[in-house]
């Protein structure tokens, strides 16, 4: 069984990370969506159970994915759901010299090969902390949430 994982804080889970899952799911049997529920970079954010609900709604008709939460590495997360694969999006230059260091460690400590898929033109400028801050400002940031259509 091709097992994938795609985690992050998803604070809030976007149509970018929608996007992501979308074109992820054909590659996997299983893909399990981790949330974060340790990052203490981010002490006003919603409880972990709190965005995985958000998250399990929207992909209640997908049998293949999975929502967890996951403390700790990444790797570490993989290894415990049997993945052999870590599934990450990238918008821009920056994400992907980011992502490629993580990928080189994962790859060379935990054995896990890492995914990378480009953010659909669109949606490149869509990032979790920038609709916080739209969000606090009190404009609507429901288009670039996503709507349940699986």
Sequence with gaps: MRTGIFVGSFNPFTVGHDSIVRR??????????????DNVRKPDM???EE???????LYADEKRIEVKPYFGLTMDFAKAEGAQFIVKGVRSVSDFEYEQWQADINRRLGG???????????????????????AHFGVDISEFLPKKSL
Excluded at 51 to 57: A, E, F, G, S
Excluded at 117 to 133: D, G, I, Q
């Design 24 to 37: 992820a799911l054909p590659l996997f049997d299983r893909l399990v969506i981790g949330v974060v529920g």
């Design 46 to 48: 919603p409880s972990a």
């Design 51 to 57: 965005r995985m609900q958000v998250i399990r709604d």
């Design 112 to 134: 896990i090969e890492t995914i990378l898929l480009y953010s659909e033109p669109e949606l490149a400028s869509v990032s979790s902390s920038a609709l916080r801050e739209l």
